[in-house]
Structure formats: C-alpha cells, structure tokens
C-alpha cells in the first residue's frame, strides 16, 4: 500500500474587531482581580467580622444574588428597547465603578450587616455591568465567528481569569493577608476601568474591521456596518 503525504496548513484566524478585544482585556482583569479573593472569602468573613459564621457568608451571597437577579433582567429589556449604545455604556461605567468600590470597603467592614449590605450593594451594580455588557458584546460579534469570540468570552474573560486570580490571591494571602488582596484588587479595577473609555468611539453600532490584538488604534478606524 501506498501512503502519500500530503502536506496541510491549518489557518487560524485570531482576529477580533476592536471592540470586542476591549470587552474581552476589561472582563478578565475585572474577574481576575475578584478571583484574587473570592476563593478564601469565607475564610475572611467568618475571621474578621464579629459573630460571623459560615450561615451569614451564605446569606450574604444570597443577598447579592436577589439583588442582581431582581435588576438585572429588568434592566437589560429597558436596555433593550432604547436605540444606540450609549445608554449600555453608562450602565457599564456604573457597574465598572461598583466593582472598584467594593473591594476597599471590604476593608472597611466590621459588623454582620455592613456584609449584608455591601453584598447586596455590589449585586446590583453587578447587575448593571452584566446586562450592559452582554449588550453591548452580542451587538459586537464578528458576524461569522461567534462561537469563536463568545468562546473567548467564557474560556478567557471567565474561566482562565478565575483561575489565575485564584491561585495568585492563594499565594498573596498567604504571604501577606486579606489587606494586601483588596487592595490590589481595587487597584487593578480601578486602573482598568479607563480601558473602558476606549470603547467609547465604538459605540452606537459603528463595528470595527477586525485587527490582530494590540495593533494600534488607527485615528479614524473603518467600520463595517
């Protein structure tokens, strides 16, 4: 028998428009910073604040996800029936500026309800960043490759990021404590929340062409409608 070679090129197509790579750079320094934490919450709930227990770290996350849920989906359909992207964008810097927020007040906390509240208060603010954003990231998808880009999304905005945070924030807390870790994650919300600002010009339904990542913004960008 015969066997013939035949020499094959796999051609992978990396390319994401501009505005998705902006959406996608926010989500994972955002989530990776709250994974620097999130994994040993119950730890520093149940250490540092009086009387707490592992029953009040449930029902704090309990009050975050009423919170959200109660929010968040009235919120996107009122995003929805309004033409333009501008509203989505304001509701995003909300939610973007809720994040930076609540890792310095964990800081500050010390009593059962003062948890309660600030849990419930960044679920709502979660609610306005994540409504905003599946907005605004569905109208940005590169017709074509949407699995591709939504996949991006899951793996590299979500899971990766999640586990980076994770492992970085086990380390650092050990070395250092729980102060060292909300404050590096107020920090890295707070300096990535201008990336935001970014997604400005994109707005109102004006999509990128796709470019390789962090290749310059040309000054007057051509868009594909």
């Not at 989505?88 to 890792?103: E, N, Q, R, S, T």
């Not at 964990?106 to 905003?132: C, N, P, Q, R, T």
């Not at 404590?177 to 109102?204: A, C, H, W």
Request: hydrophobic fraction near 55%; charged fraction near 10%; proline fraction near 4%.
């Amino acid at each position: 028998a015969r066997f013939h070679c035949f020499n094959m090129r796999i051609k992978i197509n990396i390319t994401v428009n501009r505005a998705v790579q902006i959406l996608l750079l926010y989500l994972f320094f955002v989530v990776a910073s709250g994974g620097l934490f999130v994994p040993i919450f119950a730890v520093f709930v149940t250490d540092f604040i009086s009387g707490a227990t592992l029953k009040t770290v449930g029902f704090a996350l309990g009050l975050y996800a009423v919170a959200k849920s109660v929010l968040q989906i009235p919120l996107a359909r009122f995003l929805d029936k309004h033409n333009g992207e501008r509203d989505d964008f304001y509701a995003l810097m909300v939610g973007a500026v809720v994040a930076v927020i609540y890792p310095f007040a964990l800081l500050g906390i010390s009593k059962i309800w003062h948890l309660y509240l600030l849990e419930a208060f960044v679920g709502l603010g979660d609610a306005a960043l994540m409504s905003a954003y599946y907005s605004l990231f569905a109208r940005h998808v590169d017709k074509g490759a949407e699995g591709f880009e939504w996949s991006l999304f899951s793996v590299g905005g979500l899971t990766i990021s999640s586990a980076i945070g994770g492992a970085i924030g086990g380390v650092l807390g050990d070395l250092f404590g729980f102060k060292l870790l909300f404050l590096t994650s107020g920090i890295i919300n707070l300096l990535v929340i201008f990336v935001l600002f970014s997604l400005y010009p994109y707005l109102d339904g004006a999509r990128p062409v796709a470019l390789p990542p962090f290749t310059p913004i040309p000054k007057n960008p051509t868009t594909k409608h």
